[in-house]
Antibody, heavy 122, light 109 residues
C-alpha cells in the first residue's frame, strides 16, 4: 500500500521559515525515475505546484518561489523535506506531498498525501 | 508564460454527460492530466497522458484533446461525481514546470 503523510507546524509567523516533512511508504526514492514533490492550495483557490526531488537528487522548483525554497530527501528514512523561508500570509495553504513516477510530461502526480494546512500569522 | 484556462463551473443533471475543458497553447505539445478533488479531500488522479485512466477509475471518465483544448468527459453522471476538477501539464522547458488550471466545480443538479 502506497501512502504519503505530511507533517509540520500548522501555524508559522510571517518572516519565519516553514519546514514540512513528507514521510512515505510503499515505494522507494531509490527507484530509477521516482520523484516526490509538493503542491499547495490556498483556501478556496487553485492548486499550485511547488517543488519536486527525484531519485538521483535532481530538483525542480517553482520559479516564483525558487529563491525561498529548498527540497531535500533522506532515502533511508523515506522522507522528503521542504523548507520555505521568509513566509508571508500569501503562503498560507494546504500543502500536499505527491509522487511522480518519472521525469516525463506524460506522467502525472499519481499519489497524494491528505495534506497539511499551514496558517501564517502576520 | 503559459496559462491553463478552465471554466469555473459546470452543471449537469444526473445521467447526463459532463464535459470540462482545459485550454492553453502548451496543450498541443504536452500531455494533460486531470485530478478530481472532493470537498475536504486531496486530489485524485483520474486521467493521465490526455486519456489514460489509472486503475480503479471508471470507464465513464474519459479524456480527449484537440488543438489547444483538452476535455474531460464524464458519462452517466452520478451524484458522487460532484467535485472540483483540475487539469495539469508538466513542462520543464518552460518557466512554470508544474502548471495547473484554475479548477472547475462540477455540480450535479
Amino acid at each position: 500500500q502506497i501512502t504519503l503523510e505530511e507533517s509540520g507546524p500548522t501555524l508559522v509567523k510571517a518572516t519565519q521559515t516553514l519546514t514540512l516533512t513528507c514521510t512515505f511508504s510503499g515505494f522507494s526514492l531509490r527507484t530509477a525515475g521516482m520523484g516526490v514533490g509538493w503542491i499547495r492550495q490556498p483556501p478556496g483557490k487553485a492548486l499550485e505546484w511547488v517543488a519536486i526531488i527525484y531519485w538521483d537528487d535532481d530538483k525542480v522548483y517553482n520559479p516564483s518561489l525558487k529563491s525561498r525554497l529548498t527540497i531535500t530527501k533522506d532515502t533511508s528514512k523515506n522522507q522528503v523535506v521542504l523548507t520555505l523561508t521568509n513566509v508571508d500570509p500569501v503562503d498560507a495553504a494546504t500543502y500536499y506531498c505527491t509522487r511522480k513516477r518519472g521525469y516525463s510530461h506524460v506522467v502525472g502526480f499519481d499519489r497524494w498525501g491528505q495534506g497539511t494546512l499551514v496558517t501564517v500569522s502576520s | 508564460s503559459y496559462v491553463l484556462t478552465q471554466p469555473p463551473s459546470v452543471s449537469v443533471a444526473p445521467g447526463q454527460t459532463a464535459r470540462i475543458t482545459c485550454g492553453g497553447t502548451i496543450i498541443g505539445s504536452k500531455s494533460v492530466h486531470w485530478y478530481q478533488q472532493k470537498p475536504g479531500q486531496a486530489p485524485v488522479l483520474v486521467l493521465f497522458d490526455d486519456s489514460d485512466r489509472p486503475s480503479g477509475i471508471p470507464e465513464r471518465i474519459s479524456g480527449s484533446k484537440s488543438g489547444d483544448t483538452a476535455t474531460l468527459t464524464i458519462s452517466r453522471v452520478e451524484g458522487g461525481d460532484e467535485a472540483d476538477y483540475h487539469c495539469q501539464v508538466w513542462d520543464t522547458s518552460g518557466d512554470h514546470p508544474g502548471l495547473f488550471g484554475g479548477g472547475t466545480k462540477l455540480t450535479v443538479l
